[in-house]
């Protein structure tokens, strides 16, 4: 057999979309379950969800909310100025042009299939085409603005269902002696932190190193270097050359990821089944932690009302009863309702002072938030996570 579920996590609905109401009608919902491939080692979703439902003109998550991130693009974009001298690059899923933006003084193209982002890098004046990643795209942009020395993306790949014209379409821009980067949440971290809630309806797959070159065997493509960030809860900026171009050599430090992966079980179906127990352990925990904290009838606030967070409210059945708002920085989501569970998000302007307990929902950021939150921390204010493990910190 070359697929095998190894987890059911239920009824979920689109994240991103946020209700205007906590009534609404005719909610779409879809069943999320986890499946390992054993040719090519890949874990993706069960069933893809129709990308237009989920990727749409009121997308409204933005790269640039977070500090971390923003910092994080503009060092790299310095970086890859600085060690590749490209005259060209493309960002396939430029969302607002967090990162695009940087590369003003040389030819820089955004594709961005959710029009409301589209329009934001359209007027940045940066040419942006408002459509999904496909070879017809491909060759239309190749056509019109020539191959480019740099393709990036980040945490988009991971969200096209058909990897193969995926690939294939980046092979028709990508110039002879051109670097392709891809940048998506690890499957190792995730194992590793059992951080389930990498898995919802836009990710259709975490990616392992190991799959990625499985994926990648047709291909002129070879992966030469690979870097291990610690974003979005850890993630793998992988480089990615035609085969037939000998200017870089492959680095070690992919072949010694590769067999770290293996260590760690990433080909063996084993090591899923122990992830699926150690998710529904992980519920079991949580539950208990949010059922004791609302036994004394404190309030329980949601930081961060991530698409992440959706997987874990509507797996764990948190709703309003043990959530009673969420806080978010993001205009788009203020005065809306988080999918499927239905607690409200305002806009965050500190955490009140009646409030003790914050569950983490944007846990990736926790650095930067316990750094803003000093003053709830130092008054005895607490954070619930869920990762690595449920716990009070
Ligand atoms: P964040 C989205 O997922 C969707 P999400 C997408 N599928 C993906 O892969 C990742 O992004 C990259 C808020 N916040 O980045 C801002 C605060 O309120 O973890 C955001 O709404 N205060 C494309 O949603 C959210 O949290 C803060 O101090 O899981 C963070 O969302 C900080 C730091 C963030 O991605």
Sequence with gaps: MSKIEFLNLGKHPITNNYLSSSTPKNEFFYNLKLIYHSNTKLISLGKFVSPKKMFNNKYAHRASASKTMRLAYKKLAKAILKKYKPSSILEIGSNDGCFIQHFKKIKNIGVEPCKNLAEITKKMNIKTYDKFWTKKLAKKIAKENGEFDIIYSANTISHIHNLRETFNAIEICLKKNGIFILEDPSLLETIKKNSYDQFYDEHSYVFSLTALKNLIKKNNLEIFKVEK????????????????????????????????????????????????????????????????????????IGYGATYKSSTVLNYCGLKSN????????????????????????????????????????????????????????????????????????
């Design 229 to 300: 960030l610690k974003t979005h809860g850890g993630s793998n900026r992988v480089f990615f050359k035609k085969k037939t171009n000998k200017k870089f050599k492959i680095y070690n430090i992919f072949i010694k990821y590769l067999i770290d992966e293996k260590k760690n079980g990433i080909d063996k179906i084993s090591t899923y089944k122990k992830f699926s127990k150690n998710v529904k352990r992980s519920k079991k925990e949580l539950l208990k932690i949010f059922e004791k904290i609302k036994k004394n009838k404190e309030i329980i």
């Design 322 to 393: 043990f959530i009673d708002y969420f806080l978010d920085t993001t205009p788009t989501k203020f005065g809306k309702f988080t999918p499927g569970s239905r607690i409200p998000i305002y806009k965050y302007k500190g955490i009140p002072r009646n409030v003790k307990y914050a569950y983490l929902g944007a846990w990736n950021f926790k650095d930067e938030i316990f750094k803003k939150e000093r003053e709830f921390l130092k008054r005895g204010g607490k954070f619930i996570t869920h990762v690595p493990r449920p716990r009070i910190i």
